[in-house]
């Protein structure tokens, strides 16, 4: 099955592409790691792994552990670092025609602004600041619990960078809608919507009156998040005028539509990715074929309908 363009067709804000399934963040790798179980190319585009200024070891603790609904995760933005990403996995991209766009992280305000400069210089078109990691010890969630932090990030890094800016939020804020106009205030093209919640699980081992603990402590995602990020996303959606990426447990064609409907325009496949790899292709098609049979002209058609 083909994906049919002008059907599935979504402008984000000037941001073109052929359909609204993203992959998250973390989720997908750097290129075309997952070709060997999808054409990576129908999907309207893949968000990088977390790029700093240089590379990153990540956590050295226990990182992950599954839930109910769910996983936790500490990695800790393990990265191969800006240069690495240019010199070996930027051309993997361009020659596979895969769209795409890159996500930094910083531990300083400069260190953002140093990366998107790189990122100009380079020709990257699309850029996703991560300001809502929860398990890194410095940068990320400092700057996304903040209106006034926030703003001036995005303003230093909007100087520099002339291209689409995307900025993804935490759900651990009081207001994310304050969050959201800040963004918006400071030069974002779009929010992405949400990132983890703070989460811990502890598994108890319990023999002969011995107890041991298996404690980790980082970003909780998957399906037992999606209330928690429709609702970000329709109050974001009330608040802003820029086009929201949404975020959270979406595993469903169901679950995309739910989200159109609080008001995304475009929509990140995560935690679904790791237990069934091909989720974001076949959402793309099972969207399509969706619109086919419903009598919808196009995508918009079918969001102004969801919305009413």
Not at 157 to 178: A, D, H, Q
Not at 210 to 225: A, C, L
Request: neutral net charge; charged residues 20%.
């Amino acid at each position: 099955m083909a994906v049919i363009t002008g059907i599935m067709q979504t402008n984000l804000n000037g941001l073109i592409l052929k359909n609204p399934i993203m992959t998250a963040s973390g989720t997908y790798g750097y290129a075309d790691e997952y070709n060997d179980f999808i054409d990576v190319s129908n999907i309207g585009a893949i968000v990088t792994k977390a790029i700093s200024l240089k590379p990153g070891e990540g956590n050295k603790h226990l990182r992950i552990a599954e839930t109910k609904a769910g996983m936790i995760n500490s990695i800790g933005l393990e990265n191969v670092g800006i240069e690495k990403f240019l010199e070996i996995k930027l051309p993997v991209l361009k020659s596979n025609n895969i769209e795409f766009i890159v996500n930094i992280a910083g531990s300083a305000q400069e260190e953002y602004v140093e990366l998107a400069k790189i990122c100009s210089e380079n020709k990257i078109k699309a850029i996703e600041l991560n300001v809502s990691c929860p398990n890194v010890k410095s940068g990320c969630l400092e700057f996304g619990t903040d209106e006034n932090s926030l703003y001036k990030l995005v303003s230093s890094v909007r100087r520099e960078y002339g291209g689409f800016l995307i900025v993804k939020l935490t759900p651990n804020v009081t207001s994310i809608e304050k969050i959201g106009l800040a963004a918006q205030k400071a030069g974002a093209d779009a929010i992405s919507a949400i990132n983890t919640l703070k989460g811990m699980s502890i598994k108890l081992n319990i023999f002969n009156g011995k107890i041991n603990k298996t404690i980790v402590q980082g970003g909780y995602s998957g399906t037992g998040i999606k209330p928690v990020a429709i609702s970000a996303v329709n109050r974001l959606y009330k608040t802003v005028d820029i086009p929201i990426i949404g975020i959270g447990g979406i595993e469903t064609l169901d679950d995309v539509l739910e989200f159109f409907a609080a008001g995304a325009q475009a929509v990140q496949i995560g935690t679904a990715n790791f237990t069934h790899p091909e989720t974001a292709e076949k959402l793309v098609f099972e969207l399509q074929s969706f619109i086919e049979k419903n009598g919808f002209r196009n995508l918009d058609e079918l969001k102004n309908e969801l919305r009413k």
